[in-house]
Nanobody, 119 residues
Framework: VQLVESGGGLVQPGGSLRLSCVAS????????MGWYRQVLGKRELVATI??????NYGNSVKGRFTISRDDAQNTVYLQMNSLKPEDTAVYYC???????????????WGQGTQVTVSS
């Protein structure tokens, strides 16, 4: 199983970016998908979305970021608006999923994508 992120980059304060993460491999089902970010070794929640569509956001991004998913494509998105310099971080995709042939859910991570907000 692989999680591959895309969409990171450099953006000016107040700008927008959209991150995507595709899960591939012998996946039977995906429960929760989400985004976390890491700065100076500290990883924090950005947003998660369950298979039923329930979302949860970190306090610092509420009202600015929107998480969504496309189950047909095993993809999760993060629309980031009104970006601030403090949003600068490496953003990691996360998925709790079940692999074909196993009977339990496991936690998987992408390799991370850099988001830099600077003028």
């Amino acid at each position: 199983v692989q999680l591959v992120e895309s969409g990171g980059g450099l953006v000016q304060p107040g700008g927008s970016l959209r991150l995507s993460c595709v899960a591939s491999g012998s996946i039977l089902s995906i429960n929760t998908m989400g985004w976390y970010r890491q700065v100076l070794g500290k990883r924090e929640l950005v947003a998660t979305i369950t298979s039923g569509g329930t979302t949860n956001y970190g306090n610092s991004v509420k009202g600015r970021f929107t998480i969504s998913r496309d189950d047909a494509q095993n993809t999760v998105y993060l629309q980031m608006n009104s970006l601030k310099p403090e949003d600068t971080a490496v953003y990691y995709c996360n998925a709790i999923l079940k692999v074909v042939g196993r009977y339990y859910y496991e936690n998987y991570w992408g390799q991370g994508t850099q988001v830099t907000v600077s003028s």
